[in-house]
T-cell receptor, first 113, second 114 residues
Framework: GAGVSQSPSNKVTEKGKDVELRCDPISGHTALYWYRQSLGQGLEFLIYFQGNSAPDKSGLPSDRFSAERTGGSVSTLTIQRTQQEDSAVYLC???????????FGPGTRLTVL | GDSVTQMEGPVTLSEEAFLTINCTYTATGYPSLFWYVQYPGEGLQLLLKATKADDKGSNKGFEATYRKETTSFHLEKGSVQVSDSAVYFCALSNNAGNNRKLIWGLGTSLAVNP
């Protein structure tokens, strides 16, 4: 079946612009995670959605970052007023629930000029 | 807080050599431990996992044993192939609470030469 998909695969933007990154999880998966993979920083957790519960936003690095998940499926990560340090690969993962294997999408490579 | 430390790469081996990638962790409670692999141009894939002390995870000839006494989860393979060239990530998930976010090591790049 279809895996986790993310779009766009690459995004180049100018400093100060807003960007939206999209994640389509595997159908039926209730858990959805966003991670960021930066050079020198490795992978870091950003935000977690589980079903209809309030998201765990504890990993968001600043209030310029936000995410939503509509209808328990598609998720959008929004970065406002992008900065050069936001340049990274943004990864989405979904799972059947808490404690289940996380399946990763191919990521969105964001470059902020 | 919870953390994962893995050996820095890059690691370069000849085909059929023995591989060890060290991974140690710090965590409260009893985490689950994972190895993920990222092949060139592909996304992260779960390679193997262990959910409790002394468990051994294995897949594709790779093995790792959850050692609580040494807080380690070293990845091993007896005979590597060129196709094993990839970046390997050690990770943990704390089993307390609903959020099973993964805490990651920095990754170890492996290149296997024919």
């Amino acid at each position: 079946g279809a895996g986790v998909s993310q779009s766009p695969s690459n995004k180049v933007t100018e400093k100060g612009k807003d960007v939206e990154l999209r994640c389509d999880p595997i159908s039926g998966h209730t858990a959805l995670y966003w991670y960021r993979q930066s050079l020198g920083q490795g992978l870091e957790f950003l935000i977690y959605f589980q079903g209809n519960s309030a998201p765990d936003k504890s990993g968001l690095p600043s209030d310029r970052f936000s995410a939503e998940r509509t209808g328990g499926s598609v998720s959008t990560l929004t970065i406002q007023r992008t900065q050069q340090e936001d340049s990274a690969v943004y990864l989405c993962a979904s799972g059947q629930g808490a404690g289940y294997e996380q399946f990763f999408g191919p990521g969105t490579r964001l470059t902020v000029l | 807080g919870d953390s994962v430390t893995q050996m820095e790469g890059p690691v370069t081996l000849s085909e059929e050599a023995f591989l060890t990638i060290n991974c140690t962790y710090t965590a409260t409670g009893y985490p689950s431990l994972f190895w993920y692999v990222q092949y060139p141009g592909e996304g992260l894939q779960l390679l193997l996992k262990a959910t409790k002390a002394d468990d051994k995870g294995s897949n594709k000839g790779f093995e790792a044993t959850y050692r609580k006494e040494t807080t380690s989860f070293h990845l091993e393979k007896g005979s590597v192939q060129v196709s094993d060239s990839a970046v390997y990530f050690c990770a943990l998930s704390n089993n307390a609470g609903n959020n099973r976010k993964l805490i990651w090591g920095l990754g170890t790049s492996l290149a296997v030469n024919p």
